[in-house]
């Protein structure tokens, strides 16, 4: 499908048709979004004031990250990893490949 994703003030993500024919209203944040992102996937991902980030995928929110502070900005690279930058000035990554996990501090 050809479209584009928005993110709004009004708590919500919209897609739209190239032609401007707005196609569906994810809603599931609870304050501002500031930063939307499309994978090749087809999944949409969201963050915002609500300090979460939502992942989309046909109209339904498939997963939510729970994040320190607001979400300012999303993008992802070539590998389909998110990059999810925050109010605390810090960014994130989060991938679905288990061989390039970070598992945290192992003594």
């Not at 609500?50 to 109209?59: A, N």
């Not at 502070?69 to 109010?87: A, P, R, Y």
């Given at each position: ?39 090749e996937t087809g999944e949409i991902v ?33 590998f389909g990893d998110l990059l999810i ?23």
């Amino acid at each position: 499908m050809n479209a584009f994703a928005s993110c709004s003030n009004d708590e919500t993500v919209k897609l739209w048709s190239l032609d401007g024919t707005h196609l569906i209203d994810y809603r599931g944040h609870s304050g501002f979004v500031f930063a939307v992102d499309t994978l090749e996937t087809g999944e949409i991902v969201s963050g915002g004031d609500d300090c979460t980030v939502k992942l989309w995928k046909d109209g339904l929110c498939k997963q939510t990250i729970q994040m320190p502070k607001s979400v300012w900005t999303i993008t992802h690279n070539k590998f389909g990893d998110l990059l999810i930058g925050c109010e605390d000035k810090t960014i994130r990554t989060f991938t679905r490949d288990i061989a390039r996990q970070d598992h945290g501090d192992e003594f």
